[in-house]
């Protein structure tokens, strides 16, 4: 049952629902089950095009058994109270780096609500080392547990395609 029905629920529990949407989406990927684990999921059997058939791959043609994946999600618009612009996804710098360090790559979804649910929209894998050179001077602090986040809207991303959702 999804924890983030409501609009306005808290960016975690949403999070997480969209994490489960992923893992459920693409077989062969398996969620983290240790609470020590610092990422979401990990490659159980090779992934591939072939495979994944939802999952658009940018720079890189299949994930291997074992890699370490950080599902991140992003809405497909947002609003800020006076107009709609596209999602952002956020980047923890200390988990980035190790995230780089350990080869690892995210899956990045869009996702929109549809009916009081979310809706996976796209899913893209990029190897966190391409990510990181996206996020070159993206890095700022916060006054919350995260420290330093970065941000990167999905079009940064994928370009002017059209994400998924009836064209606005």
């Not at 999952?55 to 058994?65: D, G, N, P, T, Y």
Request: proline content about 4%; some cysteine; hydrophobic content about 40%.
């Amino acid at each position: 049952m999804s924890r983030s029905t409501d609009p306005l629920a808290e960016p975690k529990a949403i999070g997480e629902d969209i994490e489960q949407l992923v893992v459920d989406a693409v077989d062969g990927l398996r969620a983290a089950v240790d609470p020590e684990d610092w990422y979401d999921a990990h490659v159980e059997t090779t992934i591939g095009p072939r495979t994944a058939e939802d999952v658009i791959f940018a720079s890189i043609s299949l994930l291997e058994a074992g890699t370490l994946v950080e599902i991140k999600a992003c809405k497909r618009r947002v609003s800020n109270g006076t107009r709609n612009r596209d999602g952002l996804w956020t980047f923890q710098v200390d988990q980035h780096e190790k995230l780089v360090k350990e080869s690892a790559v995210y899956l990045l979804a869009i996702y929109d609500d549809v009916g009081g649910t979310k809706q996976l929209e796209e899913i893209v894998v990029s190897p966190a080392s391409i990510v990181d050179e996206c996020l070159i001077g993206r890095w700022y602090d916060v006054d919350r547990h995260e420290g330093r986040v970065a941000q990167l809207g999905w079009p940064h991303v994928l370009g002017d395609q059209e994400v998924s959702a009836d064209a606005e």
